[in-house]
């Protein structure tokens, strides 16, 4: 799917830019460390920003395309799978974007799964001092932005 490609070009050359055009409004994604979905273009992008800054030596390794049942509906939707591997302060990670397209083709759903388990551990923690570095998220104690 050409959409994929071009996230993946997006995401390999770190231009969150290009990420933009590519998600739906209410676009949700399901993080590893994270139970809820983040919600949103504004805050997908966001947290993308933070992760092209986290993610050392990030390549992908794979593609498999089909269709997969939606978290949202339960629909079948296209989908395109990315295999990849990085590293997070020294942890190697292994894992995988499953992108699910909306009837324009942009990403509607997007889920993230890695492991070993010390290694979402480690993206865990770097990835929320990136959110409360740049206002995404209040710290502890603290009540969310704009609230």
């Known amino acids: 799917m050409e959409t994929a490609a ?5 995401v390999e050359k770190g ?5 933009e055009d590519l998600f739906t409004e209410d676009v949700r994604l399901y993080s590893p460390v994270k139970f809820t979905p983040f919600e949103g273009r504004p805050m997908v992008l966001g947290l993308f920003g933070v992760l092209l800054r986290t993610f050392e030596d990030f390549r ?4 498999f395309e089909g269709a997969a049942e939606t978290s949202t509906d339960g629909s079948e939707a296209p989908a395109t799978t990315l295999v990849f591997r990085a590293t997070v302060h ?3 990670i292994h894992g ?5 397209f909306g009837m324009a083709g942009r990403i509607k759903e997007f ?12 993206l865990g923690e770097a990835v929320l001092a990136g959110l ?14 704009g609230r």
Do not use: C, N, W
Request: avoid cysteine.
């Open 6 to 10: 071009r996230f993946r070009s997006a």
């Open 15 to 19: 231009d969150l830019g290009a990420l």
């Open 60 to 63: 992908y390794v794979g593609h």
């Open 90 to 92: 020294g942890k190697e």
């Open 96 to 100: 995988i974007d499953l992108l699910h």
């Open 111 to 122: 889920t993230v799964m890695v492991r070993p388990q010390s290694a979402v551990h480690a």
């Open 132 to 145: 409360i570095a740049d206002g995404l998220v209040p710290r502890s104690g603290q009540q969310a932005p």
